[in-house]
Each structure stands twice: as C-alpha cells, then as structure tokens.
C-alpha cells in the first residue's frame, strides 16, 4: 500500500526548512552503510536533527508517521530515524532500491515534497507497480509506504528537487 496526501504541511513551514539548509554541510547521498555509487545514486544529503530549526516538522513527520502508520499499516511502536534532507540538481538521481528488505529493520518509509514541481523537472519519486497522482509532487505533500516497495527518483532535467524523507523502524 501506498499513502499519498495533498499539501499536509503549510508551504511555510517547508520555506523554513529550506531556508535551515545552509546551516548543514550537505553530503553525496551514499548507499546502505556508506556505500557510494556514482552509477547507482547521485544526490546530496543533510541530516536534520530535532533543533529550532526543525523540531514543529520533526514532530509533524513523527506524528503523521504513528498515525498513519497505525492506521493504514497496522504499525505500533514506530520510531523515526534521523530525517533526511535529499536535494537533487540537475543530473542527480537515485535507481530502483528498496528501503528495507521486507524482514527489517525499517517498516515504513516518508517523502515530503519541500520543492513545487513546477520548480523542476524529472526527479519523481517512482513505484514499480503504482503510479502517483499529480499532486503527490506538490510542496508540502506527503507520501508512505512500506520500506520494502521498489521505487526511485528519476534523473533531474531542470531545476532542484529538495525532500524530506523519513524512516521509521
């Protein structure tokens, strides 16, 4: 299953989180254990941890997570990992992974648009068996899924793709 909802967080406050970017050195996006694979992954990453800066959007993503995660999934006792500013540019991509395999550790996996598709092009958050709807893209929408459902972020063209995305054990 696949949750996907239209602007659950005000464009403001994905502005804000934007706007904190500069205070954290982003990373090449790696794989697994710190894996790199220029072939296979091209991002840059930042770790955002539950400061001024992003504790209302920790706790947002913390409880829509339980929630739904409950509520859709079944899931009790979630825990979110550290959150994960992904920006893709121009180029940047990451291939068809998983989060997860289905044994664990993670259980469910969170993308929040911080980036209004109309600002970029390519660089969609893709399933192998389930396409999203249009406004699954725009700023502020949410999309779960178990962690161990294949999909990617498809090559950039245009423009700069910021996420937020998530991880719950």
């Not at 005000?10 to 996006?29: F, K, N, R, Y």
């Not at 997570?65 to 540019?89: C, K, R, S």
């Amino acid at each position: 299953m696949i949750y996907s909802t239209h602007k659950a967080i005000p464009s403001e406050l994905c502005d804000v989180t934007l706007e904190a970017l500069d205070i954290v050195i982003p990373m090449e996006g790696y794989i697994g254990n710190a894996l790199s694979d220029k072939g296979f992954r091209q991002s840059k990453v930042r770790w955002s941890r539950d400061n001024e800066y992003w504790h209302d959007l920790t706790l947002f993503v913390q409880i829509a997570g339980t929630t739904f995660g409950l509520q859709y999934w079944g899931y009790e006792d979630l825990v979110l990992e550290p959150l994960q500013l992904a920006t893709y540019e121009v180029g940047d991509y990451y291939d068809w992974h998983l989060d997860s395999p289905p044994e664990g550790p993670r259980r469910l996996s969170l993308t929040l648009q911080l980036s209004d598709k109309t600002e970029y092009e390519g660089g969609d958050l893709e399933f192998k068996e389930y396409a999203l709807n249009a406004e699954a893209y725009e700023k502020g929408s949410i999309t779960m899924f178990d962690s161990f459902h294949k999909h990617r972020i498809s090559p950039v063209t245009r423009g700069v793709r910021h996420s937020l995305v998530g991880w719950f054990r």
